[in-house]
């Protein structure tokens, strides 16, 4: 007897439209006021949760309502004297953190505000040997910092800086028998990690490696019969994968592969029509993490309302243009 799919049932008074000004007032009033709760404990995840919403803002249409001096004034306190950014002031750099925040300034263009040069040595300072990446100095290895450091570096014009083989090399070591992605060699595929893995290669313009076919097959496997995406077999489905999912499919070609409509209706159902913003599921509480994934995603699938998006970046395909960063796409 087969494994029953783990799925939930749309609520059939679920929203069906976008409800942007909704959304617009949550992202601009989230963390105004800095004495809540939920505010206090995201500290740890500050630049990337700024990251989330400014993006957000920025795909529909509404950028200038955030206060651009508060933000680059946090962000260039957050670099330390190594060249990284810390999730917070006062908190170690990483990788990730340092993504997010070179993310920002891009869409500010303001990159030149910041040590550029100290964030170029930084990245290169963390690849090893065998090519992959530690995302800070205490030495975690995974496929997010391979991305992390290649795409931060695309945005600064100095991919010259690491050895993009050996990056390559290590990455596709990672590779599974299905097609997919891992954290490590031999880790199980994931749709977080494949996308980290997809959108790297696409980078470094080495996708020829990919086995698109089954890799796609793989991915559009993701969909549930509630039209909504999972990251892996036998999870329940999120909005966030409705990014990881769609955007690695975008970037090998194949993102006809899945039902559209169905997905753009669990999206949609995913919205809190009070308070606005999006959550992981139908009914959940909403975060900036799922409502920049939710927006990002029904701009992969077409919706006229939102500015379009990089499949690789995930930001607005504008300031990608601006940047001009060149990515492979199949």
């Known amino acids: 007897m087969g494994t029953s799919v783990k799925d939930i049932d749309l609520p059939t008074n679920a929203p069906s439209s976008l409800l942007m000004d909704k959304h617009v007032e949550y992202i601009a009033a989230y963390g105004s006021s800095k004495d809540d709760y939920e505010y206090i404990m995201t500290e740890y995840l500050r630049m990337s949760g700024m990251y989330w919403g400014l993006t957000a803002m920025?795909?529909?249409?509404?950028?200038?309502?955030?206060?651009?001096?508060e933000v680059l004034t946090f962000v260039k306190e957050c670099q330390h004297d190594c060249g990284g950014f810390g999730a917070s002031i006062g908190h170690d750099p990483h990788l990730l953190y340092t993504l997010s925040a070179i993310q920002i300034l891009t869409l500010y263009d303001a990159v030149g505000m910041v040590n550029r040069d100290k964030v170029i040595e930084f990245v290169?300072?963390?690849?090893q040997k065998d090519g992959s990446f530690f995302g800070d100095k205490?030495?975690?290895?995974?496929?997010?910092?391979?991305?992390?450091?290649?795409?931060?570096?695309?945005?600064?014009?100095r991919l010259d800086a690491i050895d993009v083989d050996k990056a390559v090399e290590y990455t596709l070591s990672c590779m599974n028998f299905d097609g997919g992605f891992g954290c490590h060699p031999g880790s199980e595929s994931h749709a977080g990690q494949i996308y980290c893995c997809v959108g790297m290669l696409s980078i470094v313009g080495r996708l020829h490696h990919i086995k698109v076919d089954m890799l796609g097959w793989w991915l559009c496997e993701r969909q549930l019969p509630s039209g909504g995406l999972n990251g892996r077999p036998e999870k329940l489905p999120d909005v966030c994968y409705s990014w990881w999912v769609l955007a690695s499919l975008k970037i090998i070609g194949r993102l006809h592969w899945i039902d559209k409509d169905k997905l753009v209706q669990f999206i949609l159902a995913c919205q809190d029509e009070?308070?606005?913003?999006?959550?992981?599921?139908?009914?959940?509480?909403?975060?900036?993490f799922h409502t920049l994934f939710g927006v990002a995603g029904l701009s992969l699938l077409g919706n006229d309302?939102?500015?379009?998006?990089?499949?690789?970046f995930c930001m607005p395909e504008d300031v990608i243009r601006r940047t001009g960063v060149d990515i492979q796409l199949l």
């Open 124 to 127: 290169a300072s963390l690849q």
């Open 305 to 312: 309302k939102i500015k379009d998006i990089n499949a690789v």
């Open 274 to 288: 009070e308070t606005g913003g999006f959550a992981d599921r139908p009914g959940d509480m909403v975060d900036p």
């Open 58 to 69: 920025d795909l529909m249409g509404q950028l200038d309502r955030m206060n651009k001096d």
């Open 138 to 157: 205490w030495g975690e290895v995974d496929t997010r910092f391979s991305f992390c450091a290649v795409a931060c570096l695309s945005l600064l014009g």
